[in-house]
Every structure is written in structure tokens, then in C-alpha cells.
């Protein structure tokens, strides 16, 4: 147990080994930074569990957050977990900005940079836009979510719900539903779930499943697209969201008949194992990819994963910003 | 009297099988005498060029190239994309019309001469718009189009979807003989795509571009050219199932007719992921991933694809290499991928990046130049040009095989910088252009005498 004088200051850690300067994928973690960033995030629950939800130890330095896209639980998640380390947090969103103006993405990260960020947050429905302007400034910057390429802050905070039920994270058999042509999530989710040692099933139509996937392209998954079969041994479940517009596109012929063969049901999440956790990365159509009986059961971990999400941030931010120091 | 000697290079012309070491006499701007052992010089002192070690040939031909001008000076125009190619070693560039105004009228096609006879470094043949406006509705006037010197029609980047029209122009195209250079794509499979679609563009999470989008439309426009008798010419192939239905189309005797760019024939759809990536299982992105300097329409392809674009070529089911050069400014390519033009600057780096073929032993160098002088004159039907036969125009190209140098975009004569190389160790080097018999690039390193005393032509 810590004493209460080092519970009043700072989690003490060794973050000697992190060298990292930006968060854009989990493609280039090591095992044992991932590591890093759960055990930091122990130490972080901590602190939200005090009476007082704050530290120090980020005072005096500025996270930006650029949403060029909406989100609720991905910003909040960030503003809280800035806050909770008493660092400044300034949002900037699109609309209302220069952005408007027609100023490239590089000015506007340059222009944010010389305002003082210490570290850039950044949502953007441009697969690899974080990347662009890590190519062009100093400062840290975070990939909030880009395109359909990455989300590798929701994939920290569902490897660390897992382990937190689960004891760990290597054996564990992982399934995927639905969208996976279009999710960062499942991009990122593969990569972190493979480097800790699980086993990633995909389930999905054809029709969303991108090509590629048994090539060079990602560790080795496996694909299953029988549902019913895909859930057998399953340890834990994550249904994506199902974007409506999907059937006008012509990826398929109906909601109904989605729902039908991919839905998450009481029925289906049966032929799990016992106590199999349900996650889902929300927001969620209910009565689509999930029914409400599901995402609201014993075995749903879903609000647990928006709780976590906010200490897995302040892990990152304290390792990023603060472990320099 | 205007005239140039070469003395000492390696003559290679394609088009009459020519390989030997001589010197070359160029005489009011055309190909005068070419012989051994000082046959072709002249009697009286002239300039004279020492290409000793390099390589003498009839100068390239581009059946495909952006010169932007009129409407986009700010990406390039006709002096400085025409300076592009000439330093690029190419004395004909045909200019695509796909410019603000488009090149549908004679007065367009009329602006486009006057400014290549006025600013133009090496010849500059138009191409005019298959349909008004390019908007794919209604056939351009061709009567006028051809009268004022066109060369072929192509409605480049939109491709005409409406098979009825395409059949309609392929008709009567006849009339003038024009032939239809043809973007293939079918705009339905390829809409939003970024990239190839592929292992690549799963992993960057991109939209893809199937081949099938090409490969449909290829297969189009065999079917129309032989319903038709009109002549059609595939730009930029990019795919093995586009070279499958040429390589048939030209067995059953179809007028057809194809290129393939420097690009395709030598990278894959894996250039985007930028320098530094591994290529190994699974390897983590460099941060110079998404590199909008690879995006290009069609995509770079596979090793598959590129494998039977150099095949093709060989064969001759592909007959000409063109560069599809694509100047963009920095402003439309350091941006979002998604936003990027696409497009490469592909002048200045074509000859060296197709030598690494030579270089690797994949393709002889007889056969790769005739891809890039008598084969692309054939199907202008313009027998003066890419060759070296006594008469012909005086339009030579001189390069050095072995010489290296590493691409420095920033000194482009092309306003144009966007270009996957940059950095990039190349082998084959332009040293001189002879447009007309006139010295349109001359490199540092490359001696001229401007009168030659010392000629012993009777010994």
C-alpha cells in the first residue's frame, strides 16, 4: 500500500524505458510498453477513486484536442483525463475555427504548436491525418481516432478492461462483429490483442470484410464468418457499430437480415464460454449489432470500458508528457 | 547553315536495328549522315557534341502529358513542362486536354501552338477532348479539332462512361483517322478510392481502387473497337487482367493499342507506405506513411501487376512507355491523403527509373527505347519522328547508362515537385536533347565544341 503522502502527490513510476513521442497505432508497440501503459493505468484508477480526482502532475502544460469529427466519450474521455493531471486543456473543433477558412491541416497544428500545445489529440476522418502533422511538429501528438485506419487509445483501454477481468490478456480468444471494412477500432484492436499473446477472430459479410487480411497486412487473425461458430470458446465479444447507411450503399440488403445473422443476442452470446465479457467501442445502435438485453447484462463491460478509457488517457498523457521530466 | 555533329556515342535506333558506335550529323534540323569511323562528318568546322561512352538516339516521344496550361500555370505550362521534357531526354510531348478551358475548339487547340512555338523547348502535339467540355454528353466538332492539328482525342481522368457515345466516337473518329486514347475506369467500383485496393490499403485503412475497375473498362473498349474499326489506345495500364485482354484483343487483330508509365512498371501500391517501412510481416508504419507523392490515377498496383506490365512490354502487347506526367503544386499534395491530387512529375525521373529494367536484365535496351521513340510514333503515324533514318527530324536524344545521380525535386525544371523518388538513388542520366537539330538541355558535364577545326574527313 502507498502511503498517503505519496497518495497526496504522484503515482510513482518507472518511466525510464518510455521514449515515445507520439501515439499513433499500436503497430509499433512493444509488448512491454503496452505493459507500461496498463500497469501506469492501475495507478491512475487509483487516483480517480480518491475523494479529490486530481494530481499535479501535468500542471502547467497544454493539451490541444482537434476534433474534426464528432465525439463524445473520445474528448471527454481526453478533457477529463487532462484535468484529472491538472494540465490545460484547450478544445479546438472545426466549425468556428480556421479551419473554416480553408487553412491546411499542417498551418493549423503549426499555428497550435506556437500558442504553446504540449501535446496534440486529434480525431480526423482522414485515415493517417495524425501522421501528417507528426511529420511537421515537435510536439506529441495522440491519435484520437483517424478514417478507418486507428484508434489506438480505445484499443489500450480494451486490452486493459480485459485483463482487469479477465487476469490477462494472452490465450484469450477475442471476437470481432460486424463493420470491419470501416473500423478503426478493429484495425487497432488487432494489433494490441495480438502483441499481448490473444487470439482475434473476425466475424462479418464478405461484404464487410476488407480485403487482405490473410496477407502481410496485419499479425495473423482468423476469420470466421458464421457467427454461431465464431462465438464458440469465445472469451470476449465485441460487436462494432453497424452504420445505416451501410445498406444504401449496397453492402447490404437489409438491416433486417443484418441483424438476423450478426446480431449479438442473449441466444447467441450462449455459445460463448460462461461469463464471456461483451465490449463495445459505442456508440451503439441498440437493437442492431446489440440487443439491450445484451448491453445491459451481467456480462456487459461497456460503461466499464468509458471509466477505464479516462485512466488509460491519463496514463498516456503521464508517460508522454510528464515522464520526460 | 544550322548544324550539330555527335561524335563517338553509341548509335542505337530501333527503328532500323541500329546498334554501333559513329557520329551523327544533324543538318538544318534534320538527321543529315550517320556512319562509323568518320563517315558522317562534314567537311566544314561545326558544333560538335562528344558522346563518347553514352548512348545517341532518336529522341522520345510522350503520348501522354499534363502540361496544365491553359487554366493551371500554377502546377505547370508549356515552358516549363516542355522544359521538363526535354531534360527528361523527350523532344514530343502530346498534351492532354483535360486544362480550364478544356481542348475542344480550335481556338484551344490554336492557344496550345501558339505558345509551344513561342515558349516550347521541344514539340508539343494536342490532344483534344473526345467529348465538348469533357463532360462525356456530346462528340467534340473532330472535323475542326483535326484540322487544326490535333492528334488524338481523349477525354483523360473522366472517362466516357455512356458505351453508346464511346461507340459513337469510335465510329467516327474513322472520318479524320484519329485514334481514342482511353482513361479506363469504371468510375462505379473506383468512386472514393484512394489507393489500390489491396493488403496495403486494408492496413491504411484507405478506399481502395479493384483492378476489375480498370480491367472492365479495357475490356469495353476492345469490344467497341472491333464493333467500331476505330482505332483505341489504353493509357497507363496498370493491371495483369488489362495486359490478358490486350494481349487477346491484339491476337484476334483489334486496333488497339496500349502504354504503361515509368511508375507502374516500377513500384508497387506499397510505395505509400513511405520510406523506412519494412517490407516484413506485419511491420509497423514509418511516420512518412501516407505519402501523397504515390498517389497516382490508375493506382501503382502489385508485384503481380507489375510483373505483367514488364512482361507486356517485352511481347510487345504493350507498345509504348508514356509518363503520364502530373504536376501538382506542394499546396495540393501536403495535405490529408484523402485530399491529395493525384498525379506524379514524371518527366525528369522517366528514363532512369525505366533503366533499372535494362539494369536488372529484365528488358534490352533496343527494346526499351523502341517503347520510347519508334513504337510511340507509330501510333501518331508520324514516320519522321523516333528515328534516326536520313531525313527524319532532327531529334536526338543522348543519355549516359551508368551515370547516377540522386533526385533533387527542388531542381526540376518542372514546377511540379510531386514525385515518390525524391531522395531516391537513380542510374541512366539525360545528357543533351537536340530538338530539330537545335540543343533544347545540355548537361554541366557534357562538352560542346562550337567549331571543330581538327576534321579529317578524307583520311
Known sequence: MRTTKQRETEPSLEVATWRRRHILDLDDFAREEIELVLETTDAMKEVLSREIKKVPTLRGKTLVTMFYEPSTRTRVSFEQAAKSLSADIINLSASGSSVEKGESLIDTARTLQALGADAIVMRHYHAGAPYLIAQHIEVNVINGGDGCHAHPTQGLLDLYTI?????????????????????????????????????????????????????????PIAVEQNLDRALEGADVIMPLRLQLERQKQGLLPSIREYIQRYQLDAKRLAKAKPGALVLHPGPMNEGVEITPEVAQGAQSVIEEQVTNGVAVRMALLYLLMGGAQ | MRQLLIVGGRIIDPSQGI????????????????????????????????????????????LHSHLREPGFEEKETIATGTLAAARGGFTTVCCMPNTQPPIDSEAAVEFIQSKADAEGAVRVLPIGCITKGRRGEEMVEMGELAEAGVIALSDDGNPVRDSRLMRYALEYSRLFDLFIIDHCEDTSLSEGGMMNEGWVSTRLGLKG??????????????????????????AHVSTAGSVDLIRRAKDKGIAVTAEVTPHHLTMTDERVMGYGWENKKASPLPLSCYDTNAKVNPPLRTERDLQALVEALKEGVIDAIAT????????DKMCEFDLAAFGISGLETALATVFALVHRGEIDLMTLLSKLTFEPAKILRKSEMGTLKVGAAGDVTIFDL????????????????????????????????IYGGDISYRDDAMKLETARREVKSKT
Do not use: Y
Not at chain 1, 166 to 191: C, F, K, P, Q, Y
Not at chain 1, 196 to 211: C, E, H, K, N, R
Not at chain 2, 213 to 222: G, K, L, S
Not at chain 2, 325 to 331: E, G, I, R, W
Open chain 1, 163 to 219: 485483463r482487469e477481468h479477465l487476469g490477462t490478456v494472452e490465450g484469450v480468444r477475442m471476437v470481432i462483429i460486424g463493420d470491419i471494412t470501416h473500423s478503426r477500432v478493429a484495425r487497432s484492436n488487432i494489433w494490441g490483442l495480438s502483441k499481448m499473446g490473444a487470439q482475434v477472430v473476425l466475424s462479418a459479410p464478405p461484404t464487410l470484410l476488407p480485403v487482405g487480411l490473410d496477407a502481410s497486412a496485419f499479425p
Open chain 2, 19 to 62: 546498334d554501333m558506335v559513329g557520329d551523327l550529323f544533324i543538318a538544318e534540323g534534320s538527321i543529315a549522315r550517320v556512319g562509323r569511323n568518320k563517315e558522317a562528318t562534314p567537311s566544314e568546322p561545326c558544333p560538335v557534341l562528344h558522346a563518347k561512352g553514352m548512348v545517341v538516339c532518336p529522341g522520345f516521344i510522350d
Open chain 2, 209 to 234: 481502387i479493384p483492378a476489375a475497375a480498370e480491367d472492365t473498362m479495357v475490356a469495353r473498349d476492345i469490344a467497341l473497337a472491333e464493333l467500331t474499326g476505330g482505332r483505341v489506345h489504353i
Open chain 2, 324 to 331: 503520364d506526367h502530373a504536376p501538382h503544386t506542394d499546396v
Open chain 2, 402 to 433: 551508368d551515370a547516377e545521380w540522386i533526385v533533387d525535386p527542388s531542381a526540376f525544371a518542372s514546377k511540379g515537385k510531386n514525385t515518390p523518388l525524391a531522395g531516391c538513388l537513380l542510374k541512366g542520366k539525360v545528357m543533351a536533347t
